[in-house]
Nanobody, 122 residues
Framework: QVQLVESGGGLAQPGGSLRLSCAVSGSIFSINAMNWYRQAPGMQRELVATITPGNNKNYSDPVKGRFTVSRDIPMNTMYLQMNKLVPEDTDIYYC????????????????WGQGTQVTVSS
């Protein structure tokens, strides 16, 4: 069974930093990409950052230049370094992996972590 477990959330002051981790256990035959999402209460989940096995990275405009996504090979752990935090970054952050579960899969499966709270406040 595949599990994604986030860690590293917590309270930070404006201008501060936090580093989130996402550990993947279990077997995914082929990962297309890993993503960080965030969600505020009553709001839609928002894509924050994406990284592929080829180390291609994409960021949403609000975090570009402040957040950095990285991963270990072979995509067992993903990180999100968050710098210059602002109160608007306060959200629950979710780790996501998308890929083919087995060699015979013909559709992409999304796997989700349980989320970790990030609060930015003075």
């Amino acid at each position: 069974q595949v599990q994604l477990v986030e860690s590293g959330g917590g309270l930070a002051q404006p201008g501060g930093s936090l580093r989130l981790s996402c550990a993947v256990s279990g077997s995914i035959f082929s990962i297309n990409a890993m993503n960080w999402y965030r969600q505020a209460p009553g709001m839609q989940r928002e894509l924050v950052a994406t990284i592929t096995p080829g180390n291609n990275k994409n960021y949403s405009d609000p975090v570009k230049g402040r957040f950095t996504v990285s991963r270990d090979i072979p995509m067992n752990t993903m990180y999100l370094q968050m710098n210059k935090l602002v109160p608007e970054d306060t959200d629950i952050y979710y780790c996501n992996a998308e890929g083919f579960a087995t060699s015979s899969s013909w559709y992409v499966t999304h796997y989700w972590g349980q989320g970790t709270q990030v609060t930015v406040s003075s």
